[in-house]
Structures are given as C-alpha cells and as structure tokens.
C-alpha cells in the first residue's frame, strides 16, 4: 500500500500543478513525506527512496526556481 501511495502522489503531482508547487517546498524527504501524510499518503522516507530509485528519479530540486522533476505523467 505504501508504495501505491508514492505513485499516486507523484501521478497526482504530474497531472496537477497546484500539487506540484505545494510539494516542491519541502527542503528534505522527511518533510515531504510528512506533508503528504498530512494529505493522507502513507509511506516512509524510505519508501519514497525506493520508489525513486526504481524509476529513476532524483529527489534534490534543480532549475530556477527549484523544481522537483520526480512527477509521473
């Protein structure tokens, strides 16, 4: 369950941009992992490391502003 609620948090940011803006704030996993459990996401930062890593996602911000690329289209 926990891993289906990472991809349907970063399919939800894919198809929604209001998503994507709010989840590109958080600095670290943890305070991410913590604002979607506020959404009602379970998962672990190490759960949200895994599923990155399979895909083949990063985590850390880039562009200018920063920016996550990790949604799902």
């Given at each position: 369950?926990?891993?289906?609620?990472?991809?349907?948090l970063?399919?939800?940011?894919?198809?929604?941009?209001?998503?994507?803006?709010?989840?590109?704030v958080?600095?670290?996993?943890?305070?991410?992992?913590?604002?979607?459990?506020?959404?009602?996401?379970?998962?672990?930062?190490?759960?949200?490391?895994?599923?990155?890593?399979e895909?083949?996602?990063?985590?850390?911000k880039n562009?200018?502003?920063?920016?996550?690329q990790?949604?799902?289209?």
């Open positions: 369950m926990a891993k289906k609620d990472v991809e349907d970063l399919v939800a940011g894919g198809e929604d941009k209001h998503v994507r803006a709010k989840y590109d958080p600095a670290t996993m943890e305070e991410f992992v913590t604002l979607a459990a506020a959404d009602g996401y379970t998962f672990t930062v190490e759960e949200l490391a895994a599923v990155l890593k895909s083949g996602d990063v985590f850390e562009g200018n502003p920063a920016k996550r990790i949604w799902w289209v």
